[in-house]
């Protein structure tokens, strides 16, 4: 029969007072008889001695009972009042017996964390089983190494030991677990304890801290710019990784360092920066600084800082802020400064006035000398109004409407460019010039350019005036060289007509007196005479065709007549043609010809070619030898005619293949200057090339370079 521990402690002592009784029975019995010895009287005193104890022990044993009962509610109360308290208790608390495990306590906590009951976990092998601890390495929990476990059976005290908990669900918690063994009195082990909690919900807001604070110095370290903190005697107490790619300096430089910020700024910004920060933190006011920096490289940046100033009961207490390099940004100012400067000294110092007014007519910009050339007042000017400047000024303007109109036109069509010439009541004359301004493609006003041309105009007029004078006299001078051609076009033609029977007749001539007076002094000298005037003849014809051919190529009309022939030897023949002429003034000529060289050329325009060539190089060779070099270079045959004479000055050379273009001396040398003129055009119209090399004293090369075809 199971008695609870208050009934079984109230039976221990009623049995204790019981004993008691009996030991004084049997002592007040022996009493008795010892005193007395009549029977009856020991029976009655027996009698009364056993009702009187019985009585005392009864009543012993009933206050004994009522004591026992009240303290045994009394523990109840306690035990009712404690498991109250253990319910509340945001932790999970679980209490077991030992040696049996049996869980004798568990709270709503414990259950709600570990989705479980007392009734479905009667022992503490009951409640490992229905969960799984897994260790970091992912290992599970044995039973024995469960943290109550250890308290209960190896009396071990277990702290914040945190443990992954898989529930029977399926669901996961992370716990932080407390347990310890319990003792008596007696220091004997009578069960464990254990306390935890679930962390799961803080270990995750733990990990997205860490992660925003991560994140937080990802940003940090990637704004391009120094985030840092300073104390109020401005040592810095953190600064981000920036500080070491935008100086080189080591963030461990900046942090040691107390007047580290302080010895790195520059020399000539140093004091001035520091008091200026220093005074406008005291104010507790938000403020930003440019200055330089020296880098570790030995250079210097800008920087920009923009502070902020900390406070703590309306007290300064520290700094924080931003550094951005503005090294290039300070650059492209200082450059823009100066092209600013630059723009200004050239609007002032060009010869136009100039204006600039935006869409809404404001006049945005103008020079002094668009004021000296309007005479406008400043004061007008100061009111920036394109409308009032123009009032202004139409006082001066001889067509003031037509000024006005075109002004309308231009405004009215944004994108149009105009030029026009203003005239005005004095006669001066004005230029006016307006094209869009444009930003990125967008109009964003206009620009005006006036120039006073008057000077110019007068120049120009008179200008016109000249050259129309020197049209005039050029077209009576093209008239006048077209009536020359006309005139050589038809007088070497008329004069061609009859040298044909005069040649005749001097051939008639000298055969009748070689054959009539043979041997006679007289017909010798009239021999000589005819013959002289045949040479003379020859020489006359040749003029009046080079004439001719001057008149074909001015008219377009040269005719070339295409054959085949051997250039080499063409050139062989008129050599031997000339040889009696070379021989007459003491010319030695040498020829270097390539045999054949075969082309498809006119062959008497060639012949014309060489002899002209050679006449000039035995006119001004002054009897010197001449070399001459037929050659064939790929597609490409060459005449060289090479002489030692007077050769050509540079100032006659660019005039050398014109038209009675002479680069001698008339006295000295005759003929009207067409042979190279005429040679020219032949060679070109060949396709060819005719070129020279010369110096004054030194004679001259001529080369003429024809191209190799087979065919018309």
Known sequence: MYLSPPKAAAMRV?????????????????????????????????????????????????????????????????????????QQIPSGVVLAAEPSGKIFISNKASNEILKITTEAALTLDDYISSIKGIHPDGSLYKPSEWPLARSLFSEEFISNEEIEILRKDGT?????????????????????????????????????????????????????????????????TFVSKQAERLLGYPKEAWLDSPTFWADHIHIEDRDSTIKTCLAQSKKMLPHDLEYRMYTAAGGTIWVRDIVTVVTKNNKFIGLRGIMVDITAYKNTTFELERSLSLLNA????????????????????????????WQIPEKILDKKDDSLTIQYILGQIKNPDQFLEKIKEIYESPEMESTDVIDFKDGKRIERFSQPQSIDGKSVGRVWSFRDVTEKSRVAQERENILEQEREARRGIEKSIQLRDDFISIA???LRIPLTPIRICLQLLKRHIYTMSPGDVKSEVLFKALENADKQFD?????????????????????????????????TEVVERFTPQFSKVGCQVKLKSQTPIIGNWDRARIDQVISNLLTNAMKYGEGKPIYITVSLSGNQAFIII??????????????????????????????????????????SALGGNISFESNAGEGATFTVELPVTKSN
């Open 14 to 86: 009623a049995l204790g007072y019981f004993m008691i009784g009996i030991f004084w029975l049997i002592l007040t019995d022996v009493l008795v008889l010892n005193l007395t010895n009549a029977p009856h009287l020991q029976s009655i005193s027996l009698s009364l001695l056993i009702i009187i104890s019985t009585a005392f022990f009864y009543g012993l044993l009933r206050r004994s009972y009522a004591e026992i009962e009240l303290k045994s509610f009394q523990l109840l109360k306690e035990k009712q009042w404690l498991e109250a308290i253990l």
């Open 172 to 236: 996961h918690c992370l716990m932080l677990t407390n347990s310890a063994p319990l003792f008596d009195t007696q220091k004997k082990l009578i069960g464990g304890i254990a306390s935890f909690f679930d962390i799961t919900s803080q270990r995750n807001s733990e990990k997205l801290l860490q992660e925003s604070l991560q994140k937080y110095h990802i940003l940090l370290d990637t704004i391009d710019g120094i985030v840092w903190e300073a104390t109020s005697d401005l040592r810095f």
């Open 346 to 373: 050239i609007i002032e110092s060009t010869a136009d006035g100039l204006m600039v007014v935006d869409l809404n007519g404001n006049i945005m910009r103008y020079n002094q000398k668009f004021v000296k050339l």
């Open 492 to 494: 070497s033609h008329e």
């Open 539 to 571: 020489r006359f014809l040749m003029l009046v065709e080079n004439l001719l051919d001057v008149s074909r190529i001015s008219a377009d009309r040269l005719i070339l007549e295409y054959e085949e022939f051997d250039l080499s030897e063409l050139v």
């Open 642 to 683: 090479r002489d030692f004479g007077i050769g050509i000055s540079k100032e006659d050379q660019p005039k050398l293949f014109g038209r009675f273009e002479r680069t001698a001396s008339v006295k000295h040398f005759e003929g009207l200057g067409l042979g190279l003129f005429i040679s020219h055009n032949i060679i």
